[in-house]
C-alpha cells in the first residue's frame, strides 16, 4: 500500500492533498498517514457471542482449576482507585471492561472495572462511587460495586435506582480489609464474594446478552487512519499511553510514564479496543465533577492498529439504556477480540495519535 508524507495535523487536515476525514475535532491531533480508499470498506461481523464467551471480550472466559471452561455471569463493576500510590492495581489487568473517567476536573482519575467471567484474584484497591458512574454500571447491565460514595451518588443508591453492593454497608462480608496496607487503601473483594452477596440481596446474576448489544470481528475494519500509539491527556500523573504490538494484536499501557501492571500477574495490562468518547465535564461543589454520560458525542475507536471515528450515543432513560458507538454510516462499530478500555475525556482533552509508534510529549492545554 502506498503512503503519503507524514504530517502534523489538529482536526481536519489534508495529507498529500487528500482529506482524512471524520477526525475528531477540539483537542485532537494526529501523526496522519491515511488508508487506500479500498481498504476502506465494511468489516464482515461475526454472530453475536454465545455460550461460554464474554459479550465484551468475545473471548472464551479462563477455565477453572479442573480445566472446564464456565459461563459467564452477570457482569459486576467495581470502582477502582487511580492514586498512585495504590499502584498496581489487582484486577483491573484481568477486567473486561474498564471506564476510566475523571472525578475532579483536570485531577484525579478512577477506574470501573467490569468482569463477567470468574476467577478467585483480589480485586482493589477499591474506591467510593461517583453518580456520574451510576447510568454506565447500568448500561452495562452490571451489579455495581462500591466503597461508599458522593452524597448524590449514595442518594440515589440508597433509594434502589439500581442493585448495588455497598462496602458501608458490607453485606454478607462482600468487602475485607487488607492487613499492612493504611486505610482507604486497604479495601478489597473477589468476584466470589461479590456474586454471593448478590444472590443472597436477590439480585438478578444471570447474564443477559441482549442488555448489551456489542459484537466482535477479525482483522481489518472501516478505519479513517493507522492508529500505532494513542496519548491521552489526562491531567498529570494520569496521562496515558497505549502503544499497539502487533504480534500481540494488542495495546499496551502506560500511565505517568510507567507501564501499567496488574498486580495479581505481574504483567502489563492490555486492551484489544481502546475508546476514546469525549464530553462535557463541569465541576460541582468544588471537589466533584459532573461528568455528561447521557445524550450523544464525538469518539474514536481504536483496535487492530486504527481509528474508527464515530459517535457515542446513551439514552437517558430508562437508565439502563446501552452505551452505543457508532461510525459515519450509522452502523455499530464492532470490537477487536480482548479486553475493552474506555477513555472518557473532557471536549478539550488533548489526544495524540501517532501511526509509527512515537509521538511528542504532550505540553499543558493553552
Not at 74 to 102: K, T
Not at 265 to 293: F, K, P, W
Amino acid at each position: 500500500m502506498s503512503k503519503a508524507p507524514v504530517i502534523a495535523f489538529v482536526g481536519a487536515a489534508l495529507v498529500s492533498g487528500a482529506a482524512l476525514s471524520a477526525i475528531p475535532g477540539r483537542g485532537f491531533s494526529v501523526v496522519g498517514i491515511p488508508l487506500d480508499s479500498e481498504a476502506e470498506t465494511a468489516p464482515e461481523v461475526s454472530a453475536e457471542p454465545e455460550g461460554s464467551t464474554s459479550p465484551f471480550t468475545g473471548l472464551p472466559c479462563p477455565a477453572d482449576a479442573e480445566g472446564a471452561i464456565p459461563e459467564p455471569h452477570r457482569p459486576v463493576a467495581i470502582m477502582l482507585a487511580g492514586d498512585d500510590q495504590v499502584r498496581p492495581l489487582s484486577g483491573a489487568g484481568r477486567a473486561d471492561l474498564v471506564v476510566e473517567m475523571p472525578v475532579v476536573a483536570y485531577g484525579i482519575n478512577r477506574f470501573m472495572a467490569v468482569f463477567t467471567c470468574g476467577g478467585e484474584f483480589e480485586i482493589g484497591s477499591i474506591r467510593s462511587s461517583r453518580d456520574d458512574y451510576i447510568p454506565l454500571a447500568a448500561a452495562l447491565d452490571a451489579i455495581y460495586g462500591h466503597w461508599g460514595g458522593s452524597y448524590l451518588a449514595l442518594t440515589q443508591l440508597n433509594k434502589g435506582v439500581w442493585d448495588n453492593v455497598d462496602a458501608l454497608r458490607n453485606p454478607f462480608g462482600a468487602y475485607y480489609r487488607k492487613s499492612g496496607i493504611p486505610a482507604p487503601d486497604n479495601g478489597f473483594t473477589t468476584l466470589a464474594r461479590m456474586r454471593s452477596a448478590a444472590e443472597q440481596l436477590k439480585y438478578r446474576t444471570t447474564l443477559e446478552r441482549d442488555r448489551l448489544p456489542y459484537t466482535h470481528t477479525e482483522g481489518a475494519s472501516p478505519s479513517s487512519y493507522d492508529a500505532m500509539m494513542i496519548a491521552i491527556g489526562y491531567f498529570g500523573p494520569y496521562r496515558v499511553e497505549w502503544r499497539y504490538d502487533a504480534e500481540r494484536d494488542r495495546y499496551l499501557r502506560w500511565r505517568g510514564g510507567r507501564e501499567e501492571i496488574e498486580h495479581t500477574t505481574n504483567e502489563q495490562v492490555s486492551a484489544g479496543t481502546i475508546i476514546v468518547m469525549r464530553t462535557q465535564v463541569a465541576q460541582r461543589y468544588g471537589q466533584y465533577n459532573d461528568v455528561r454520560i447521557n445524550g450523544s458525542g464525538e469518539v474514536t475507536v481504536y483496535r487492530n492498529g486504527s481509528a474508527i471515528a464515530g459517535t457515542w450515543e446513551k439514552a437517558e432513560t430508562p437508565l439502563e439504556a446501552p452505551l452505543i458507538f457508532r461510525d459515519a454510516q450509522g452502523q455499530v462499530i464492532p470490537f477487536a477480540r480482548g479486553p475493552v478500555w474506555i477513555e472518557v475525556v473532557q471536549t478539550d482533552t488533548e489526544v495524540t495519535v501517532s501511526p509509527a509508534g512515537e509521538t511528542e510529549a504532550l505540553g499543558p492545554r493553552p
